[in-house]
């Protein structure tokens, strides 16, 4: 495709050369005059609300909404995102699968040749693929549970229209569970009685005035706040540049504690607390140990709102298990903070109001159910759970959460089920005594091991025998672990289908590929801010579908027009209808507290402001009466210790928090004196997890010699002859790629970074072959966190890393695949 790439670039030079973001406020209406610089429409993303002005059809300016007071840098890849090389630019499908369909060769399968069709001829094939399914084997031969970090936008959410759907054909094997907080979502109910990773917490304000001491534990809401799961207002940012005003006056204290020196460490300029990677647990156990030993601990809050202390204590004072005293000389061994020092956090913890704020990467880990649980069992020993500015929570650094949040309500979406009383075409729903749904970061041990059992929060799960996959903008080669065995799985697989809009890793291992069309191509609506609910956001069309792209609900319609549901698909509605309708709902819904305007007018100024949010305490009504507000526990109260875990007998989960030594582990753990660094694949800084790597201009400003960086320390590099933007090689068993050294003294030795999301582009199809661009999913280990929650332990990860010499690869991540002539 280099002849045609060249020839699109050319033909964007129209444009300017890069979305230059300005300080500068917005005019007020969507719906701007057309005058001879062109014209301003509104828009919004993950990365934000945006004006963008459109000359000739095309996005040539973008600036932030005037109500984002602290934009994201990352508007700036926009336009790389929708005028990219690595665009889908019509349906494809893949050489060998065209001539043999699903006796393919899968070995093939990632070699990246592919044939250009037509539309109707591929949802000719998708149609034929999914009736074969069906009828040849059942709906458990059939995956298409797998979603993700969908563009924006509450009508054209493609999750929703791909499951719609083919549940209009034919039922399929789901998930349950995210790679996200896989882990934190299931143990936590047992624990505080929800999720806590998805609920709002603490209002900001209230913690900016009562609290004394703050601890980011393993959380880096500076970075991570740049992206939300709606349209994102960026308003804790706000938040916290008072936090660090009351850092500078020594209002309040605050400490990381952090392998690494966060990008919020470095803003807020506050204390950095090492430790040893993956050694939580031990130093929580350390601090309990000190609280309950010099009675530190509120013993009037354990009895009135907990449940199962002793058998904690018990565990602490090394009466049960592994009969060791945890104290902090027991816990300095194993997390490398000296005794002296966890004895006097955990006086300082309890000294004064603390509110602990946890990170979701310590739960992406093997065990990763026990950090949290031990998070949650300090914080009831410090007695402050339910009041303003203490306690505990793991999600302020998502989606704005603690930001004052309205009560509006939000609009309703694209429907993904069947409508009441209607059935599928295939109405079989015989999976042939395996399970309907699976654990999401276990799909590839599916494929790998049909019939195989696993225990599963209390219950076990029989693997069904998957012949078919339907991705839609999930791009699941980002999502999971070990790359070298994803290969493996997918050669089992006699059909592959993926709809996106630009040619990701996950395409390159498809057999048929349809080009949906970006957000910026289609109308839509969206909430403002994903739980402070601050309005509602018009996303108007920007351009007209690129290229043969196409939208979901296009792509869908036609493809249940292939077995007369299309009507029922669309419920005779099109997309405007359909954009009205959701409004509508919503203006009904808040008609009596958040008057609303008629659709029209909405759309004309593109923007329903709900105005400012009230304060709350996250767990007050449970603190204030444990009984009338009981929390979702079994018992209804805090569950320092759970039964119903202990019943279930799993030997890598058990009734109370433990430490619990991981199968790689750096600093003398398991598997250091062969590979002893530990890979740190965290939440990108730059793009929103795979989503905005295709944008050549923005990536090239964080790449190194095109490739993505690679965080060390200065002492690790000198050891091993690396100097400052050298490319390296980085390996383990499991598999190997290149990265771009950045040498960088906020890491500390043994520990190094590459930020996930960065796509995989290996140099063959072949298993172990050398990942070009830096994909750390490469070398993560793909098991589960416990027989509690299987999920994903990526931050279990042991590398070596290398100067690279030899003859250098070109990078083959980006752009599309070899076009075939047949």
Not at 744 to 760: K, M, Q, T
Request: net charge negative; with cysteine.
């Amino acid at each position: 495709m280099a002849i045609s790439r060249r020839r699109f670039l050319q033909g964007m030079a129209a444009g300017s050369a890069a979305a230059l973001i300005g300080p500068g406020l917005l005019i007020r209406t969507a719906g701007a005059a057309v005058t001879a610089e062109g014209s301003w429409k509104m828009a919004g993303s993950h990365w934000g609300a945006f004006k963008a002005l459109i000359k000739g059809g095309v996005v040539t300016e973008v600036k932030p909404f005037e109500l984002d007071q602290h934009p994201t840098d990352m508007l700036n890849g926009i336009r790389g995102l929708i005028y990219n090389p690595s665009r889908i630019r019509y349906p494809m499908v893949r050489l060998d699968w065209l001539k043999n369909r699903h006796k393919s060769d899968t070995s093939q399968r990632g070699d990246n040749r592919f044939v250009r069709i037509t539309w109707d001829e591929a949802l000719d094939l998708f149609y034929e693929e999914l009736e074969r399914i069906q009828t040849q084997y059942g709906p458990w031969a059939l995956y298409a549970g797998a979603t993700g970090w969908r563009q924006t936008g509450q009508f054209h959410s493609c999750g929703s229209h791909m499951q719609r759907g083919i549940n209009l054909h034919g039922n399929f094997v789901n998930k349950v569970g995210d790679y996200s907080t896989g882990a934190g979502q299931v143990i936590m109910p047992y624990v505080l009685g929800s999720t806590e990773v998805y609920d709002q917490g603490t209002s900001w304000p209230l913690i900016l005035e009562n609290t004394k001491t703050l601890i980011l534990w393993a959380n880096d809401p500076f970075k991570n706040l740049q992206v939300g799961w709606n349209c994102e207002t960026h308003q804790s940012y706000g938040y916290l540049a008072q936090l660090k005003e009351k850092v500078a006056s020594g209002n309040i204290r605050v400490i990381c504690v952090d392998p690494v020196r966060s990008k919020t460490q470095q803003y807020l300029n506050c204390e950095h607390r090492y430790i040893h990677p993956q050694t939580d647990v031990a130093f929580i156990l350390g601090l309990a140990h000190t609280l309950y030993t010099e009675k530190l601990h509120d013993e009037q809050f354990l009895g009135t709102y907990t449940l199962g202390f002793e058998p904690f204590r018990d565990y602490l004072l090394g009466k049960t298990e592994d009969m060791v005293e945890k104290t902090p000389e027991w816990a300095a061994s194993i997390c490398g903070i000296e005794a002296g020092a966890i004895r006097d956090f955990a006086r300082l913890l309890a000294s004064g109001r603390t509110q602990l704020m946890f990170g979701w990467a310590i739960q992406r880990q093997q065990h990763g159910e026990q950090p949290y649980w031990a998070g949650a069992a300090l914080a009831a020993m410090l007695g402050q759970i339910g009041l303003p500015g203490g306690g505990i929570s793991y999600a302020h650094h998502y989606s704005s959460i603690g930001v004052p949040g309205t009560s509006a309500s939000a609009p309703g979406g694209f429907p993904r089920n069947l409508d009441p009383g209607k059935t599928p075409v295939h109405d079989n729903n015989d999976f042939n005594g395996a399970s309907r749904i699976i654990p999401v970061a276990r799909w590839i041990d599916c494929l790998l091991e049909p019939g195989g059992k696993i225990q599963y929060n209390g219950g076990e799960v029989t693997y069904p025998d998957i012949k078919m996959c339907v991705f839609s903008g999930c791009n699941p080669w980002h999502h999971h672990q070990d790359h070298n065995r994803m290969k493996q799985a997918f050669r089992k697989l006699e059909t592959v289908v993926t709809i996106d809009y630009s040619w990701n890793a996950t395409c390159r291992f498809s057999d048929l590929v349809l080009p949906a069309c970006t957000q910026f191509e289609r109308n839509d609506i969206d909430i403002y801010g994903s739980y402070v609910k601050r309005g509602l956001l018009a996303m108007h069309k920007l351009v007209d579908p690129l290229f043969h792209s196409r939208s979901d609900f296009d792509i869908f319609t036609d493809l249940c027009r292939r077995y007369g549901r299309h009507e029922e698909y669309t419920q005779g509605k099109d997309e405007r209808q359909w954009l009205e309708q959701l409004y509508n709902e919503c203006r009904e819904a808040n008609k009596d507290n958040y008057p609303m305007p008629e659709f029209d007018e909405f759309w004309k100024t593109g923007y329903v402001d709900f105005g400012e949010g009230k304060n709350w305490v996250r767990h007050a009504d449970f603190r204030e009466d444990p009984e009338v507000n009981a929390v979702g526990t079994p018992s209804g109260f805090i569950e320092i210790s759970s039964r119903k875990i202990g019943s279930y007998g799993y030997d890598d989960c058990k009734s109370h928090p433990m430490w619990m030594e991981k199968a790689e582990r750096s600093h003398g753990g398991p598997g250091s004196d062969k590979h002893p660094l530990w890979l740190q694949s965290v939440h990108p800084d730059q793009r929103l997890h795979s989503q905005m790597c295709e944008s050549d201009e923005y990536r090239a400003t964080y790449a190194v010699q095109g490739r993505e960086p690679i965080y060390i320390s200065p002492a690790d590099a000198a050891a091993r002859g690396i100097a400052d933007g050298d490319l390296v090689r980085v390996f383990n068993d499991r598999g190997q790629l290149l990265a771009g050294a950045r040498i960088s003294e906020l890491y500390p030795s043994g520990v190094v970074r590459i930020h996930e999301g960065a796509w995989y582009g290996p140099v063959d199809a072949s298993i172990g072959a050398l990942d070009t661009y830096g994909d750390p999913n490469t070398l993560t280990m793909d098991v589960g966190t416990s027989k509690l929650a299987q999920a994903p332990s990526a931050n279990t990860c042991l590398v070596e890393i290398e100067k690279f010499t030899g003859v250098v690869p070109a990078v083959s991540s980006f752009g599309g695949p070899e076009l075939v002539e047949i």
